[in-house]
Nanobody, 125 residues
Framework: VQLVESGGGLVQAGGSLRLSCKASGFTLDDYAIGWYRQAPGKEREGVACISTRDDSTAYADSVKGRFTISSDNAKRTAYLQMNSLDPEDTAVYYC???????????????????WGRGTQVTVSS
């Protein structure tokens, strides 16, 4: 089970970025995918998750209405479309497999496996 994140970068406040999470060793029907982020000096927090098995998604309150999670099973890739970015969104973003996708799994960070390298998102003011 391996996931590789990409798509981060530097963007001005109000801008957009789309992150990608490429899976290998499993399909997106096997596990849900969660996006997490960690800013300097802060704990890692769940941002969004998606499960194609039950067609569910969940978002942290801080990103609702601005971020959209989606997936392409044929490409084994999950995406995080981030709009209206704010400097508070600056963090390293990671994706991870989860058994379920709901608000609790995000809040309690119920992913499994080793974290990847992540992708840096920097939002300038």
């Amino acid at each position: 089970v391996q996931l590789v994140e990409s798509g981060g970068g530097l963007v001005q406040a109000g801008g957009s970025l789309r992150l990608s999470c490429k899976a290998s060793g499993f399909t997106l029907d096997d596990y849900a995918i969660g996006w997490y982020r960690q800013a300097p000096g802060k704990e890692r927090e769940g941002v969004a998750c998606i499960s194609t098995r039950d067609d569910s998604t969940a978002y942290a309150d801080s990103v609702k209405g601005r971020f959209t999670i989606s997936s392409d099973n044929a490409k084994r890739t999950a995406y995080l479309q981030m709009n209206s970015l704010d400097p508070e969104d600056t963090a390293v973003y990671y994706c991870a497999p989860q058994y379920l996708c709901d608000s609790r799994t995000l809040k309690e960070r119920l992913s499994f496996g080793s974290w990847g390298r992540g992708t840096q998102v920097t939002v300038s003011s």
